[in-house]
């Protein structure tokens, strides 16, 4: 059973920055893996994704601010958040499957969330 633990949530001001971990346990093929968030009231919509090959995607209001990587031999992912903005406040989810379906990984599976807040 795939478990995934995010970490590095917290508080910061606008233009700061901030890193998210998600540690993978009980995985036994490689993953394809992303970043979701949610704010209140809001549908949940994709962050940024990296394939097993190391491929990424980001949102178009995250280019060039958020970077999305993976530590293949830990299993574990990260988001890098650069330049942050009081539209980045969400909980931030870190999700993975094994399976890609027409380019797209399947994400059965959740972590529980971290909180990010921008101020100001």
């Known amino acids: 059973q795939v478990q995934l633990v995010e970490s590095g949530g917290g508080s910061v001001q606008a233009g700061g920055s901030l890193r998210l971990s998600c540690a993978a346990y009980g995985y036994t093929y490689s993953l394809c893996m992303g970043w979701f968030r949610q704010a209140p009231g809001k549908e949940r919509e994709g962050v940024a994704h990296?394939?097993?090959?190391?491929?990424?995607r980001y949102a178009d209001s995250v280019k060039g601010r958020f970077t999305i990587s993976q530590d293949d031999a830990k299993g574990t992912l990260y988001l890098q958040m650069d330049s942050l903005k009081p539209e980045d406040t969400a909980m931030y989810y870190c999700a993975a499957d094994y399976r890609v379906s027409g380019g797209n990984c399947l994400y059965n599976y959740w972590g529980q969330g971290t909180q990010v807040t921008v101020s100001s």
């Open positions: 990296i394939a097993s090959d190391g491929n990424t």
